[in-house]
């Protein structure tokens, strides 16, 4: 099974085009790009589909109807019968994303349009500070249902973190799972940033926590990168190996992740710290992004 990525960028929202009769799922926004993105407006869209989770009781919500996350696509399946699936990513968070993403995969649906909306700016702790008031902290890593991966088995012989802004979930993945500091570690960075010097936002921060890890890089805002980089690792696994993926970076690393799970649920396991995001954690909006991704088996 593999994926095929067609990405277009767009400084007006007006030029994106999507099918017709579209299904377009978001999440809540926090922020003016996701207040921008939940109100993208277009003619082909049939229905708009509001998306949560609740990491405590693993309950999934769709129009705030309630389900176990395990039995995501059974809410699911009669809004998209018929209908081409449009999926707001800036607003979606990355479990509702996978859950999402897993529950078209059940329902035999191959085709989708992911949409992404850049910030203009990140919000800082305070004006000038090094770091980001991006989310809050939270109890910590979480599994995610349909994705849960023994980290302390002998069979998970790697793993890869997409890494942003925030050292501090990486720290907190090394300390609430120490097994894995015996596993192929990958940390990624997103290179080439949203913007030119981004980048150091994100590697200096964990230099004094990535001694022992392999280091790559991909594109911050395309998911193919990612999706190319996460390949390269599963298939270097040797027989009968696991792999696990942090997506703690950007968005489109993320949308990678989750179509990356679904695609080899026996060999991908997914970690997450589930943190909430804050209000107004960025500022203004810039590019947005559709990726269309066909999935050929």
Known sequence: MSAIFSTSSFLKCSDIEIPKNSVFFHGVAFDDRGSSAVAFECKNIYSRVLIEYDYDRMIIKVNRVEISADSASNLIAPLVVGKNVVLE???????????????????????????????????????????????????????????????????????????????????????????????????????????????????????????????????????????????????????????????????????AAALFASMHPEQVGLIFDHRKKMSKRSKGVNIWHRYSIIIQD
């Not at 890869?160 to 609430?176: D, I, K, N, T, Y």
């Not at 080439?192 to 890890?213: K, M, T, Y």
């Not at 805002?221 to 298939?235: F, H, I, K, Q, W």
Request: charged share 20%; aromatic share 10%; hydrophobic share 40%.
């Open 89 to 255: 990513s800036t607003t979606l968070g990355f479990a509702e994303l996978f859950l999402v993403i897993r529950s078209l995969f059940d329902l035999n649906i191959k085709s989708l349009l992911i949409l992404y909306v850049e910030p203009d700016k990140y919000s800082r702790t305070k004006p000038g500070a090094d770091s980001f008031a991006l989310t809050e902290t939270n109890a910590g890593y979480r599994p995610i249902p349909r994705s849960v991966v023994d980290l302390a088995g002998d069979d998970v012989e790697a793993g890869v973190f997409f890494l942003g802004f925030e050292p501090e979930r990486l720290e907190r993945a090394f300390e609430e799972y120490q097994m894995i500091s015996s596993k192929d570690i990958k940390v990624i960075f997103g290179i080439p940033a949203f913007r030119p010097g981004w980048e150091l936002n994100s590697i200096v921060p964990h230099l004094n926590g990535i001694d022992n890890c392999n280091v790559q890089y991909c594109a911050a805002n395309d998911p193919s990168s990612a999706y190319d980089a996460l390949e390269v690792t599963r298939t270097s696994l040797r027989s009968g190996s696991k792999m696990f993926v942090a997506p703690i970076g950007t968005k489109p690393c993320g949308v």
